[in-house]
């Protein structure tokens, strides 16, 4: 079983910066996709930032420039580093892995909330 650990959420002023750390722990299992996703207020949820084993990247149009995504695949842990946040960057962030099997986890989530 699969289990994620998420930190780092808060609230920040516009133009600041976060960094949210995701840990996934389980027995045996190596991961494929890391990253993350998030789902602000009356939306869906959407892609913010993912990596593959190899270290590519894909991250949603809106955060390209300011949004990193990594990974520690010995330690099985995905980050996200946030600059240059906005109030349209506040959501509920959660971590998402897929396992080299192919079974898809979801954190339970972390609050960020951009503002002044």
């Known amino acids: 079983q699969v289990q994620l650990v998420e930190s780092g959420g808060g609230l920040v002023q516009p133009g600041g910066s976060l960094s949210l750390s995701c840990a996934a722990s389980?027995?045996?299992?190596?991961?494929?996709?890391m990253g993350w996703y998030r789902q602000a207020p009356g939306k869906q949820r959407e892609l913010a930032g993912i990596?593959?084993?190899?270290?590519?990247?894909a991250y949603a149009d809106s955060v390209k420039g300011r949004f990193t995504v990594s990974r520690d695949n010995a330690k099985n842990t995905v980050s996200l580093q946030m600059n240059g946040l906005k109030p349209e960057d506040t959501a509920v962030y959660y971590c998402y892995v897929v396992s080299t099997r192919g079974y898809e986890y979801w954190g339970q989530g972390t609050q960020v909330t951009v503002s002044s």
């Open positions: 389980g027995s045996f299992v190596r991961f494929n996709a």
């Open positions: 990596i593959s084993t190899s270290g590519s990247t």
